[in-house]
């Protein structure tokens, strides 16, 4: 080399750091990007949207892979690398999640008391839609038993895992495919609904797909549930100071049991006659909706209602749905104790008047021409003439010493349900249904604080109208019913027949039956008897009467403030109606 040449430093292979302390010096920024690359980073980070609604194509796998390789590009604590990736395309499973997040969402209404309506009305997830849903989980035992970095923080493989995530995230946004994330679940569910062993936790279910929304702000943000902050509220000086804002409340996590349960194969016959439903039809019927010269989403919860038609159906609703009605009376031991302003005989006497078209709903069946059968599926007593007989035992047993009923009774009363609602399904368009019992909202409240885990007093309202004894004593009816049941929520099969009366069993079948039959399907929800005698159920024809005014609002939000249980089931009648 001659001495008045400078060393030419050759060329490092790649992977090798190539740069010169020279000119990371002379120009400390030069590691950056390019002006249009850098404003591409930019623009993912800020336009990284949650996605909630989804097209139903499928993404190409080769596109999958590198939003995969992106999340697998994230750091980690002592390179752990603690993700891992399930990707799930069955229906079967994606249904069993949107149980789970369903479940949760009702729970979890509770926590936000004057603002649960505007909270259930909110979509919080797209899992049915979208095309494909990834579990993301942390292994925590992945690096060996001392990975570096972790020693103190045993939860950084967790926040390396959320780093994963936000790089398949915002990589999504580059491609144009959404992603949206569903927190709605127990993670003890999720983790048996998948398998996943002990030491493996569940940090994100992940729906992703092309979006079938182009949000521009969070959707929360544009339902005025939350608002972005200024940064300038959240950055510190050396030490910790005060927060102008308040943190939000915090839900309440429960862990249930999940062990697994093996059902009987006559249920399981049922069950998998009902098919998933039609993402795809939900998707048509909402692109129709886009081609009119309307603001998106302008008619609110009825495009909601026809959308969730279209995924029951398979299609949108008839011009003239023809409309059938089925309303399944029972009578419960549980009555004697005093839970209900009304003696157990009112129930027959309640469900012959339906019969007889002396009820409102047999005035509103009249009025749309639907077909009306009040079914006798356990009263107590003299059988009336007038009810279609199904009667598979007298009354239930008192829940508050034992179940309600016999294996024999529960099959029963779910197969006559099942039996009288697919004939009706021939007929229908619609399966409308409702119940008639002295004592089952007693019934219906246990039942609902055992597939929840809700106290016995948030679920207990005052239902006929009982004073504040007898919702003292329904109260403490419930709990006992829930000690001498033990009921295990993770086989609500079995709590239904420890707990639950003939007629909801029946409800059960029907539903099953509407379901495979894709009928869509109207379901009465709240305290029965009062109903039937005195409110005119408008939200039972909605689907007919789809334009008529909503029920006054003072009424609904009177009711719901009297039966705790209502907030988390009855959300909005009108708009939120389980089609
Ligand atoms: C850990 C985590 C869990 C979330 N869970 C849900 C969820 O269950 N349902 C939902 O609709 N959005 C969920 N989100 C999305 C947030 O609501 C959303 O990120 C936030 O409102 C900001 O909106 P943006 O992501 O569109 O900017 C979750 C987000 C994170 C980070």
Redesign the pocket.
């Known amino acids: 080399m001659s001495p008045d040449k400078s060393f030419e430093r050759p060329p490092l292979p790649p992977d090798f750091d190539d740069s010169r302390a020279r000119e990371r010096r002379s120009d400390p920024a030069g590691w950056r990007f390019d002006e249009n690359e850098r404003a591409g980073v930019w623009r993912a980070i800020a336009e990284?949207?949650?996605?909630?609604r989804f097209r139903t194509d499928p993404l190409p796998e080769q596109l999958l892979q590198r939003l995969l390789e992106a999340a697998h590009q994230a750091p980690s604590v002592g390179l752990m690398q603690p993700w891992r990736f399930i990707l799930i395309r069955s229906e079967q499973t994606k249904a069993a999640m949107q149980a789970l997040?369903a479940r949760e969402r009702l729970v979890q209404a509770d926590h936000f008391d004057g603002r649960a309506r505007q909270y259930l009305d909110?979509?919080?997830?797209g899992i049915r839609e979208a095309p494909l849903s990834i579990c993301v989980c942390c292994d925590r035992d992945s690096g060996g038993p001392e990975v570096l970095g972790r020693h103190t923080i045993p939860d950084t493989d967790l926040y390396s895992t959320?780093l994963a995530?936000e790089n398949l995230?915002l990589a999504a946004r580059a491609e144009g495919v959404g992603v949206?994330?569903?927190?709605?679940?127990q993670p003890a569910d999720l983790s048996s609904l998948l398998g996943l062993p002990e030491h493996v936790v569940p940090?994100?279910?992940l729906c992703l797909g092309y979006p079938d929304e182009r949000?521009s702000?969070?959707?929360?943000?544009a339902a005025g549930?939350?608002r972005?902050r200024r940064l300038d509220e959240f950055i510190f000086s050396e030490r910790w100071g005060d927060l102008l804002s308040k943190p939000n409340p915090q839900t309440v996590v429960r862990s249930p049991n999940s062990e697994h349960v093996e059902q009987p194969d006559w249920w399981r016959r049922l069950a998998a006659e009902v098919s998933p439903g039609d993402p795809d039809a939900a998707v048509r019927v909402r692109d129709a909706s886009d081609e009119l010269v309307k603001p998106i989403g302008s008619l609110g919860g009825l495009e909601t209602m026809i959308e969730r038609w279209a995924m029951a159906t398979g299609g949108p609703p008839p011009r003239e749905p023809h409309a059938g009605i089925l309303v399944f009376a029972g009578d419960h031991g549980v009555s004697k104790r005093g839970v209900s302003l009304y003696p157990a005989r009112v129930g027959a006497q309640v469900a012959a008047a339906a019969a007889r078209g002396e009820t409102a709903i047999g005035v509103l069946a009249e009025a749309l021409d639907a077909e009306l059968i009040v079914a006798d599926i356990g009263l107590a007593g003299a059988r009336i003439s007038a009810l279609t007989d199904r009667r598979v035992a007298d009354g239930t047993a008192d829940i508050t010493s034992g179940p309600a009923l016999s294996p024999e009774q529960l099959r029963g009363a779910i197969e006559s349900g099942h039996a009288l609602a697919d004939g009706l399904a021939k007929r229908c368009d619609l399966i409308v249904l409702g119940e008639i019992g002295i004592g089952n909202t007693t019934v219906a409240a246990a039942l609902l604080a055992a597939l929840t885990g809700l106290t016995a007093d948030a679920v207990c309202g005052r239902g006929t109208g009982l004073d504040a004894q007898g919702l003292e004593r329904k109260r403490s009816t419930v709990k006992a019913a829930l000690e001498a049941n033990t009921p295990d929520r993770s086989d609500p099969l079995e709590c239904l027949r420890r707990l639950g009366g003939l007629e909801l069993a029946a409800l059960v079948g029907a539903l099953l039956a509407a379901a495979a039959a894709r009928r869509s399907r109207l379901l009465d929800r709240g305290a029965p008897l009062r109903r039937t005698r005195a409110q005119p159920c408008a939200h039972r024809t909605r689907a007919r009467a789809a334009t008529r005014p909503a029920p006054a609002p003072r009424r609904r939000q009177r009711r719901r403030a009297r039966v705790p249980a209502h907030r988390p089931c009855s959300p909005t009648p009108h708009r939120d109606a389980p089609l």
Request: glycine content about 6%; aromatic content about 20%.
């Open positions: 990284r949207r949650d996605i909630r997040a909110l979509k919080i997830e959320c995530i995230w949206g994330w569903v927190s709605f679940y940090v994100a279910w949000p702000r969070p959707g929360l943000e549930w939350e972005r």
